[in-house]
C-alpha cells in the first residue's frame, strides 16, 4: 500500500512542477516579462486547484466502489454532482457577475440540498440498493431542473455562459477558488478515512459487515458528507468534470491489496495527477479556445476506459473486480 | 451464559419461537424451506428485529447491545458468502477483527492455523476453491473470537469430504466452550453431528431435543411429509425415504 501512495507522491511533485512551465508562454524567467507574476498568480493557483478537484473526484470514486461494492460505481450516483450544477446554474439567474462568490456559494448549497435530501433518505431505507437509487432520483430531478432553468435563461447570452460553465474548466481560475475548495475537499478526504472500516467490512456482503458491527446509517453519513464535500466543492470551482472518479480507481486498484481502506489515498494522489496531466494538456493544445477540461477527460476518458473493459474481458472470466 | 429467543413472532415468519441455546455445543436448526430458519439466526445474531418476543444474552435483550458489543459476543456467517473485492485470504480473515478495533496478528494466525489456511494466506480470495473459501469465511469468524458461532447453512455447498472436515471445525470449536448454532439442510449431518437439533415448520418450533428424539421418523413424517427411517449405529446414521 505504501510504494503506490509513494510513487504517486512522487509523479505529482513532478509534474506540478513541470506543469506551472507549460502553457500558452512555456515560462522562461530570463526572458518572459512578468513570469513571476504569472507564476504565482496563474500557474500556481490553477495547478493547486486541479490536484484539489482531482483528489477529490479520485477519493470519492474509491470511496462510492467500495460502499456499492461495484467496480462500474461513479460518485454521480448520490445526485450531488447535479445539485451543485443546479445551484451554479441558480446563480445565473442572480447575475453571475454581480459578485465573483455568488456561482461557488450558490453552487456549495445546491450540493448542501442534494445531501440534505440524501440524509433524510439515509437510514429509512432498506439498504444500499434503495438508497442509491434513491441518489439516482435526485440526480435526474435536479438535471432535469437544471434543462428547466436553461432553457428559461434570462437571454441567449446567459444560455451560452451556463452551457460553456457546466462543461468544467480551470481557466482563469485564482487563490480565491484555491482557498474555497481545499479546505472543503481536504474534509470530505477526511470523511471517505472514518469510513474506511465500514467500507472494507462490506467486502463480506451487507449481513456480515452488519453483524460486524458495521451501521449502515453512519456509514451512509460519512459518506454523504464526503460526496458532498469533495463533489460539491468540486463542481463550484471547477463545473462538471466527469469520469475521473471512475476510471481512478480502476487504474489504482491492481496496485493496491484491493481492500477499499487501501484505495482511498492512493485515488485521491492519483485523482490529482490526471486531472493535471489533462489540465496542463488542454494549456499546451494549439486550439484557438483552450479545450474545455471536461471534454478533454471525456474525450481521453471514454475510449480509455472501453479498451480497460475489453482488456478486462480477456483477463477475466468472472467478475469485475 | 445462554442465547435465547423469548416467543419470539414476526409477521408472515416466526410465531412465538423460543428457544434456548447453551455454550459447548453444537445446535443445528432443521425445517422444510420456508420454515424460518434463517429469519431466527439473523433474529438470534442481532441482525432482524423481531416484532414481539425478545432474544437475549446473558439474559440482557440484544437490542441493548451497541453494535459493536453485540458484534464481540456473536459472529455471523452468511450464506454464500462472496467477497465483493478479490482480496488476500489473510486480510479477508483480518476483517473479524472489526468489532475489537484492532488487526492483531495472533487471533488472525490461530484462526488461518485452525483452518488449515496458512499456506493459502496470502493468496488473492479468487483462487480459493469453495471448499477453501468456505474455510476462510469461517476462519474470519473465529478471528473475532466470539463466544457465539451462527452459521446460515455453512455446508450447502460443499461436496462431501468438505462438509466433514468443516463440521470438524465446528465441533472442536464447540468443544473449546463455544455455542455453535447452524442453520442445517441435510438430516443426516444434524442427526450424526448436532448435541441437539430445534426443528422449525411453518415459523413454530414444532421439536427441539437430542436428535434422536428430535428427528425421529414420526417428526419427519409429520414436518416434511416423508415417510422415512433412520437405518445405521448412533454417529453414522442414514435416512432411508419410503
Request: some cysteine.
Amino acid at each position: 500500500m505504501t510504494r503506490p501512495i509513494g510513487l504517486l507522491c512522487f509523479a505529482l511533485i513532478i509534474v506540478f512542477a513541470l506543469s506551472l512551465f507549460a502553457g500558452r508562454v512555456w515560462l522562461d524567467f530570463a526572458s518572459t516579462p512578468n513570469a513571476m507574476l504569472i507564476l504565482a498568480e496563474l500557474r500556481l493557483p490553477r495547478a493547486l486547484l486541479a490536484i484539489t478537484v482531482g483528489a477529490g473526484l479520485g477519493a470519492a470514486g474509491a470511496a462510492m466502489q467500495g460502499y456499492l461494492r461495484n467496480p462500474l460505481a461513479d460518485p454521480g450516483l448520490f445526485g450531488i454532482a447535479p445539485g451543485a450544477a443546479l445551484g451554479a446554474v441558480a446563480s445565473f439567474w442572480f447575475g453571475y457577475a454581480a459578485s465573483a462568490w455568488l456561482l461557488p456559494v450558490f453552487a456549495l448549497a445546491g450540493a448542501a440540498g442534494a445531501m440534505a435530501l440524501l440524509a433524510l433518505i439515509a437510514g429509512r431505507t432498506g439498504g444500499i440498493a434503495l438508497f442509491t437509487l434513491a441518489g439516482m432520483m435526485i440526480a435526474s430531478l435536479a438535471g432535469a431542473l437544471m434543462s428547466l432553468a436553461i432553457s428559461f435563461a434570462p437571454n441567449a447570452f446567459a444560455m451560452s455562459e451556463i452551457v460553456t460553465w457546466l462543461m468544467g474548466a480551470l481557466t482563469d481560475r485564482s487563490w480565491r477558488e484555491v482557498y474555497l475548495a481545499a479546505p472543503l475537499t481536504l474534509l470530505g478526504i477526511a470523511c471517505f478515512w472514518m469510513a474506511r472500516k465500514d467500507l472494507d467490512a462490506l467486502i463480506l456482503g451487507d449481513a456480515a459487515a452488519r453483524s460486524l458491527g458495521m451501521r449502515l446509517a453512519v456509514l451512509q453519513a460519512w459518506l454523504i458528507a464526503g460526496v458532498g464535500l469533495t463533489v460539491g466543492s468540486g463542481v463550484a470551482v471547477a463545473g462538471i468534470i466527469g469520469f475521473v472518479g471512475l476510471i481512478v480507481p480502476h487504474l489504482v486498484r491492481p496496485f493496491t491489496d484491493r481492500r477499499p481502506s487501501s484505495l482511498i489515498v492512493p485515488s485521491a494522489l492519483a485523482g490529482g495527477l490526471l486531472v493535471l496531466v489533462a489540465d496542463s494538456v488542454v494549456r499546451i493544445l494549439p486550439t484557438v479556445t483552450e479545450l474545455r477540461l471536461g471534454i478533454a477527460l471525456s474525450l481521453i476518458g471514454a475510449p480509455f476506459f472501453l479498451w480497460l473493459l475489453m482488456k478486462m474481458r480477456r483477463g477475466y472470466s468472472g467478475g469485475l473486480s | 451464559m445462554t442465547l435465547s429467543a423469548d416467543a419470539i413472532s414476526l409477521a408472515n415468519r416466526l410465531d412465538a419461537v423460543s428457544a434456548s441455546f447453551g455454550p459447548g455445543q453444537i445446535t443445528a436448526i432443521c425445517g422444510p424451506n420456508g420454515a424460518g430458519k434463517s429469519t431466527l439466526l439473523s433474529i438470534l445474531s442481532g441482525l432482524l428485529q423481531p416484532d414481539c418476543g425478545l432474544a437475549t444474552l446473558h439474559g440482557k435483550a440484544l437490542s441493548e447491545f451497541s453494535s459493536g458489543a453485540r458484534a464481540q459476543h456473536i459472529g455471523y456467517l452468511p450464506q454464500n458468502g462472496e467477497a465483493a473485492w478479490d482480496v488476500a485470504v489473510r486480510n479477508l480473515v483480518a476483517l473479524g477483527r472489526m468489532p475489537h478495533g484492532d488487526s492483531a496478528a495472533g487471533p488472525v494466525e490461530a484462526a488461518l492455523k485452525a483452518l488449515d489456511l496458512e499456506v493459502l494466506a496470502a493468496r488473492p480470495i479468487s483462487e480459493l476453491s469453495g471448499g477453501e473459501k468456505a474455510r476462510a469465511f469461517l476462519a474470519r469468524v473465529l478471528a473475532g473470537e466470539p463466544e457465539w458461532i451462527l452459521a446460515d447453512e455453512p455446508l450447502a455447498a460443499l461436496d462431501l469430504a468438505h462438509q466433514l472436515a468443516l463440521i470438524g471445525h465446528l465441533k472442536r470449536e464447540a468443544q473449546s466452550g463455544k455455542g455453535v448454532i447452524i442453520v442445517l439442510h441435510d438430516l443426516a449431518l444434524a442427526m450424526n453431528h448436532a448435541d441437539r437439533v430445534v426443528v422449525l415448520d411453518q415459523g413454530q418450533a414444532v421439536a427441539d431435543d437430542v436428535p434422536e428424539k428430535a428427528l425421529a421418523g414420526e417428526v419427519i413424517q409429520r414436518v416434511w411429509g416423508v415417510t422415512a427411517e433412520w437405518i445405521g449405529s448412533e454417529g453414522h446414521r442414514a435416512l432411508v425415504t419410503r
